[in-house]
Every structure is written in C-alpha cells, then in structure tokens.
C-alpha cells in the first residue's frame, strides 16, 4: 500500500509575481467550482483577506482554500510573491504536489517570481505554466514563453520540468484556453489539465500517522489551531496521539476538533485522510515543524527548514513626552509578548533580547517590506513602540566577513537609465544586464549589497517621477563591500515641545523639506524636517509672530506654504539614520532623535569625534 497515489485529491500551489492576476484566477476556480450559490455575492480577491493585503495588493501569509471538481478535491494553497515571506513559501510548497506558474502576458516572469520557482524546482515539484492577461493590448506572448524556458534553465530545470503544459488565461473574465483562440469559455482546460498533470499525493491510509505541522492560526473558540497536510494515515477523534517536538515526544494528546477545507471555509469532521490538507484544534503548545503522530509507534517527519534572515531592527518601548497618549499596549511585557506571539505563526522571523537593556529586542527577518508589514500590523492592534534603523546581518566565512547581496531588476524610462545607474553605482551596485525593447522603457538588472538598498526605495520613486518598476531577489552571500555613503543630508529637529505655527514653516522653506502639517504637536527631539544641507539644524518650529498694537496689513493671512512631505510607514524606516528611530503608535508616526536632549547630543558627537 506505501506510495500509492491518490487519485480523488491534488494538492497544488499557485505562484506568481506581485500584481499578476494570482487572487483573481483563484476567484474565477471558487466560482466555476460551483463552491457559491448562483444568487451569492462574493467580494473580489477573496483569499487576500487581510487588511494589509487589499491596501498593499500583496499576498503576505499562505492560505489554502479547496474546491471538487468531477470528484476530485483540490487543495489550492496562495503562496506569497514577494522573497520577504520567504518563509511562507517554503512552508506552503511543503503542502503541494505541484505548481501553477502564472506569468503576466507583457511582464514575463519576474524576480520574485524566480524565488519562489526555484524553491519549487528544487522540491522535484511539476509546474502548469500559465499565460495570464492574454488580453493585454501590449502583450508578448511568445517571448514570454521563451523567457520562461530560459528561466527554467538557468534554475537548472531537469528534462521533466521543463516540458511544462502551457495555458493561456484572461483571469478576469474566467477563461482558459490550450490553444490561443480555440473558442474555450469557461476555466474548464484548466481544471482538466491540473488533473491530468499533476500527480495525487504519494501516501497510504494504512501506515502509522504522520500530520507535519505548517501553519497555525487561532480561533477565540478552539484557541490554537495547527493546519498541514496529512502524510501518511488517518486522524480520528477521540483517540490518543504523541505530539512529536523539537525537544522530545508528548504523548496522550487529544484533538478538540478536527477540520477539512471546503472553498474557503474550515468544515468539522469526525476523521481525516492521508494526502488532504487539514486542521486540528485542541493540541497546546504546538510549533511549526512538530508532527503529530501515533501514540505506540511515532514517527516524527523531518523538521521543516527555511534560508537565514538577512536583516535586523531593534525594537523599542516608546520613551517619548507622547508615549501612552494614543496606543493601548505599550509595556516591555506587552511588546515582548506580541512579538513572540508572532514568532509562532512566523518561521522566518527571530527575535533576539537585548543584553545591555531590557526595553530592547532585536527582530531578524528577510527584508524591509516583512518588517514593516510586522510594525504596521502592530500599530493597528494598538501597539505604541520605536524601531531603528534596519541593519544587514553579516556573516563570518573562512575568516572573512560577508554580507547578503540582492539581485535587483529594474523597470524604467529610458531617459532616467543614467540618473538610476549613478545611484545605484555609488551603493557598490554593479549593472550585470540591460535591455531595451525599443518601447521606450528599458530593463536592468544589477547586484548590489542588501545594505545598499535601504533607504533607496523612496529615492528611487522620487528620481523616477514615480514611472520606475523595481523588484528584489536575495542572491546569496559575497565578501563585505566597503563603505556605502548613506542619507547625505541632516535633519530639522524640533528644539522645544508646542505647536507648529505658520510663522514658522513659512521660515523653515529655504532650509529644507517639512514632515508635519501646520498645528502639529512636537517635543524637543522630534525631527520635523529634512535639511537641504548636511548636519542636523535645532530650530524653533512652535514660534510664532511677535505682535504689535499697530494693526498689521492681512499679507500674513494668506501666506501660502509648499505642503509638507508626509512619509509613510516605509519611508519612514528608510529616511532615518544610525541615531534617528521612529516612534509608531496607532495614529502617528514620528521621527526623532533617539537622546532628545540637544545638549547631550552635542557633547555625544564631540565625544565621537
């Protein structure tokens, strides 16, 4: 009976860059499916549940939904775009016996998109690739496929994987074709063809039972709940099993509900089959990797494993005049507990204690965007605390210091290729591609240390006028760089707490850029603007006009200020410097000195000096 395949279930992943269509086609398979009632209003982008997720049009956390079709159920699993969640690629692809490529019609595959390919290449898993957007007016469809097959070559693709079936798809309007143009109406070839190409999960209802753990989630009802894929055997309530952990085996645990996935929705059943993806409630203390076995004869499954972090910010309790003004939880105890709770349901993320202070924890992870997808979440559960600056987690090897580097591929104008080139170059990047489609956008793609890339983000849109497309990808470790210059400006900084006047940025325009709207209320320390020079300049931001008894014309009345540049969460983290941190709390976000006191921060750079 061992490694028989099951032919009623498939178990598949969808992969595709940021803004492909991937949440849209999965609509269009719920629909089809027949899953919802004729009259039922379903929302658009329904697996893209979270908040965060709509805003951003990013898939953050993997989720599974499942749909029958002719008898098969088949366990679709949304894995992440973005390399940052990394981390829940790997754990979604541990779910699946295959892959679905979905690719943009004019886009082509991308490099987030390369990521998540590679990862499945190397779990032996066979890929549908899917040409999404066919309806495009600049669609490319041919050479598409062709950059395509080169990927699979370059992520050394064996002979199997590369003779990949291909389908053509306009997700938004539901259809799916074999051939360009055969007269197909509905998703049906698709569904047909994950069928025929993707194999049933290897596994056996007769063997001891083996349910590796790859996500949790919390209910308020059952409290935690593990969901992975059954292995091998089956699960039924009311019976014993040993919980199977890092540290050693846990027997006589017992489930208060087992749960199958129906479309969207966690259906409560009284017993699960090997080769479904489940859920099982009632079982404390589980972790990501643990394997819930049988209680004679366990049989823990290999614990799950995923890439290092590659970047590190220190986390703060909020210290300022302000702190406890608008958040709700803003203790050690609060901050410390929050951030371990995330650790459970995150893999990729690490938390380290600060020796030196207790107020202090360094939180490791894979990118600028998960940090500030972690802060951002934080701060709407109502979380007030201050993050520094993001620094690169280096590496010793033969007696060398490494750091990680990023393979960046760049989308512009042709007539901002020298402005982007320069600087990139001055952050040790080195272009090691261009092309130029002649449609008067050109593609580069370049190397540069992971260092390299925080704070350029927002430099890049601004030196773009906003037109520049620009993706990531980790390409491993290289020997450390040298020096990059950084910010090469300074700050406005606020020298006394009050309220920004008119008066006073109106005065503040010949010196730089302002962050905060007139009526403002800062404390002495909070930076307010961004210097057109370099070194930081303490100004009175709070002063107003002196006033006479003579009656002053109305000119003050209408003074017209340029508007202030309001940073976003991202920018925010990118702007500040080694002695800056920002402080977050549900309805602000503020810049500031990490010492607020002008004097001490003299006689500190004196002391550096």
């Avoid at 950084?486 to 707490?497: E, Y």
Wanted: glycine share 8%.
């Amino acid at each position: 009976m061992r490694n028989m395949r099951k032919d009623n279930i498939r178990n598949i992943a969808i992969i595709a860059h940021v803004d492909h269509g991937k949440t849209t086609l999965v609509d269009g398979l719920l629909r089809q499916s027949g899953l919802y009632r004729d009259n039922q209003t379903v929302e658009e982008r329904v697996m893209d549940s979270m908040d965060l997720e709509r805003e951003r049009g990013i898939t953050i956390m993997a989720k599974n939904t499942a749909i029958w079709y002719n008898g098969v159920k088949i366990n679709i699993v949304d894995t992440p775009g973005h390399a940052d969640f990394g981390g829940e690629v790997e754990r979604s692809l541990n779910l699946v016996d295959g892959a679905i490529l979905l690719v943009d019609a004019s886009e082509g595959p991308l490099p987030q998109t390369r990521f998540v390919v590679k990862k499945a290449l190397a779990k032996k898993l066979p890929i549908i690739l899917v040409i999404n957007k066919i309806d495009r007016s600049d669609s490319r469809i041919d050479e598409v496929i062709s950059e395509v097959y080169d990927l699979f070559i370059d992520l050394d693709a064996n002979d199997e994987q590369i003779e990949f079936k291909i389908l053509y798809t306009n997700a938004k309007e539901g259809i799916a074709h074999l051939e360009l143009n055969d007269g197909s109406q509905d998703l049906r070839p698709l569904f047909e063809t994950i069928l025929n190409e993707i194999p049933g999960p290897a596994v056996s209802d007769e063997e001891v039972p083996q349910f590796l753990i790859t996500n949790l989630d919390y209910d308020s009802y059952v409290g935690q709940i593990a969901i992975g894929r059954l292995e091998n055997g089956i699960l039924e309530m009311n019976k014993n099993y040993t919980l199977c952990t890092e540290t050693g085996n846990i027997p006589n645990v017992k489930f208060s509900a087992l749960y199958s996935f129906e479309g969207l929705k966690k259906k409560q059943v009284e017993k699960v089959f090997s080769g479904d993806i489940i859920a099982i409630a009632g079982v404390d203390n589980v972790k990501i990797g643990d394997t819930i076995s049988s209680l004679e004869d366990p049989k823990p499954l290999p614990r799950i494993t995923i890439d290092a972090p590659t970047v590190s910010m220190i986390f703060y309790i909020n210290n300022s005049p302000f702190a406890g003004t608008e958040g709700k939880f803003l203790t050690t105890r609060h901050i410390k507990a929050r951030l371990e709770k995330e650790t459970l349901r995150n893999v990729s993320l690490q938390v380290v204690p600060q020796e030196d202070r207790a107020d202090a924890f360094e939180v490791r992870g894979r990118g600028e965007l998960q940090m500030a997808i972690l802060i951002e979440t934080m701060r709407r559960e109502g979380y007030e605390f201050m993050v520094s600056k993001p620094h690169v987690i280096l590496k010793e090897i033969d007696g060398k210091t490494h750091e990680p580097v990023e393979r960046v591929l760049i989308d512009v104008p042709d007539n901002f290729v020298g402005v982007v080139t320069e600087k990139l170059s001055s952050r040790k990047g080195i272009m090691t591609n261009m092309m130029n489609t002649g449609s008067g956008r050109v593609t580069l793609e370049f190397r540069i240390p992971s260092r390299g890339l925080i704070g350029f983000r927002s430099q890049f849109l601004t030196d773009t006028k906003g037109t520049g497309i620009m993706n990531t990808i980790f390409d491993g470790y290289d020997e450390w760089f040298g020096n990059i210059p950084q910010r090469n400006t300074g700050a406005l900084v606020a020298d006394r707490p009050g309220k920004s006047t008119t008066y006073a940025s109106f005065a503040m325009e010949d010196r730089g850029d302002l962050f905060i709207e007139v009526g403002t209320k800062v404390y002495c320390g909070m930076i307010v603007g961004e210097r057109n020079k370099q070194g930081d300049l303490n100004v009175n931001i709070t002063k107003e006009k002196k006033l006479t008894n003579m009656r002053a014309s109305s000119a003050d009345a209408t003074i017209t200020l340029r508007p202030p540049r309001i940073l976003s969460l991202d920018q925010a983290i990118e702007f500040i410097d080694e002695d800056e941190v920002v402080e977050f709390t549900p309805e602000s976000i503020r810049l500031r000195k990490m010492e607020l006191d002008p004097h001490k921060r003299k006689a500190k750079t004196k002391d550096d000096e």
